[in-house]
């Protein structure tokens, strides 16, 4: 049967999201400002900006720099690295941080390198995701014109095991994991030379000792 994979390991949490690591959160606020310092952070840098409101962070669009001035509100020009509602920003432009609901200072096309751009407005906004989906968004929403900084960063390959797991660890996932086939029968239910063809899909009232595998899947494979 094989050990009770499906349990839990120990009392203490399997997954954890290491929110300590993300220091400083994106917002907008009106009016004009100065980036005074360029910062790193978990995904993309972010840039410090000096206004009249005092100092806060915002993602870092790329090809700004320590001393350029960017302006947040209806008013501001369409250029590099300011924040405009998007009934305000052309068609075709690049945008990045664009806010779901008006006012939550960005929650879409936030990670390094990414952007979205602008198909039609009419009564929405359709955006144009990197991933090529399309959604719609309310005219009122603001983002930032140009791409998030710190494109390219996940192209430089992994040489070293401790590396990845670094990384893995900093994301909170699971990792190693252990391909059932490679392991041995009295180990995994999917073990051993002399099983082949076992389906990896299980009932949801599969008993404990049993129950691994994609449990209760509509379906398996990848989407094409």
Known sequence: ???????????????????????????YREGKGEIVDIIHSIGRPMIKVKSEKGTFFMIAPEGVAVGDKIEIGDRSDVRKGNVLPLDKIP??????NIEGVPGDNGSFVRSSGGFGIIISKD??????????????FNLKCRATIGTVAGG????KPIIKA???????????????????????????PFG???????????SRNTPPGAKVGS???KRTGKRK
């Open 152 to 155: 390219g960063r996940p192209d």
């Open 91 to 96: 068609e075709g432009t690049p945008v990045s």
């Open 1 to 27: 049967m094989g050990k009770i994979r499906a349990q839990k390991k120990g009392k203490s949490k399997r997954y954890r999201v290491p929110k300590r690591r993300c220091r400083h959160s994106s917002e």
């Open 162 to 188: 401790g590396i990845k797991h670094k990384i893995m660890k900093a994301k909170g996932k699971l990792y190693p994991v252990t391909s059932g086939t490679a392991m041995n029968p009295v180990d995994h």
């Open 123 to 136: 009564k929405e906004c359709i955006i144009k995701f990197p991933s090529k989906k399309v959604k719609p």
């Open 192 to 202: 051993g030379k002399t099983k082949p063809g076992i389906p990896k899909t299980v």
């Open 215 to 217: 449990i209760a899947a």
